[in-house]
């Protein structure tokens, strides 16, 4: 175990539906973030928050709207998703936070698989 | 562009073989790579974290490498195991905090 917990593991949903996906660090880090892991593409960021700030938004589409009500917990809730949204969705952790996240090493949710039907 | 290529995507080999990962990068400016373990279902484990002054890294059966000259990085596993069997992503990053990641070489270690 890496010290970050996904839940669920996997959540299949209707384009309609509204629901959130949750993580949780035990590691006592400053920045949480979210990635999203399609077939055959690489990680792709979504979402950074260090020290509970938004501080990094890669265009994502307002379908997608993150949550982080204090260091240890990160949410992403999702409503009227479309197909393409089906991936698996990554949170990590890192201890440096501010505008250097990732120079230090991220730790690993084991991922929301989403299947958008 | 910033971009990480990785070489092959995909490998097979029989355990108990060597095996070498090659990630190509244009990324600038250069602050760190690392390497990355992800099994499947899984999350990705850093496996080793290379600055530009470095050369070589050893963690256990798995080798980094890199040449800040040519931008290029590679991974070595050696004596394969049944378990080395996951998605190896090379990821570099910036001074700037930005990260930019390859697609991953998917190895598959038979028996």
């Known amino acids: 175990e890496t010290g970050v917990t996904q839940t669920p593991r996997h959540l299949v949903m209707g384009m309609t539906n509204k629901k959130s996906l949750k993580c949780e660090q035990h590691l006592g880090h400053n920045a949480m973030y979210w990635y999203k892991q399609s077939a055959k593409k690489p990680l792709e960021l979504m979402f950074v928050y260090s020290l509970e700030e938004r501080v990094e938004n890669n265009s994502v589409p307002s379908r997608f709207s993150p949550e982080c009500p204090n260091s240890s917990h990160l949410f992403l809730h999702l409503h009227t998703l479309q197909p393409e949204d089906s991936a698996l969705y990554l949170c990590a952790s890192s201890p440096q936070g501010a505008r250097k996240p990732m120079n230090t090493e991220a730790f690993f949710g084991q991922g929301t698989r989403l299947t958008v039907v | 562009k910033n971009q990480v290529e990785q070489s092959p995507q995909s490998l097979i080999i029989l355990e108990g073989k060597n095996c070498t990962l090659q990630?190509?990068?244009?990324?600038?400016?250069?602050?760190?790579l690392r390497w990355y373990k992800q099994d499947t279902g899984r999350g990705p484990v850093s496996l080793t974290i290379m600055t530009f002054s470095e050369n070589t890294k050893s963690n256990g059966r798995y080798t980094a490498t890199l040449d800040a000259d040519t931008k290029q990085s590679s991974l070595h596993i050696t004596a394969s195991q049944l378990s080395d069997s996951a998605s190896y992503i090379c990821?570099?990053?910036?001074?700037?905090?930005?990260?930019?990641f390859g697609d991953g070489t998917t190895l598959t270690v038979k028996p």
């Open positions: 990821v570099v990053n910036t001074n700037a905090g930005k990260s930019t």
């Open positions: 990630c190509n990068y244009t990324v600038s400016p250069f602050s760190n």
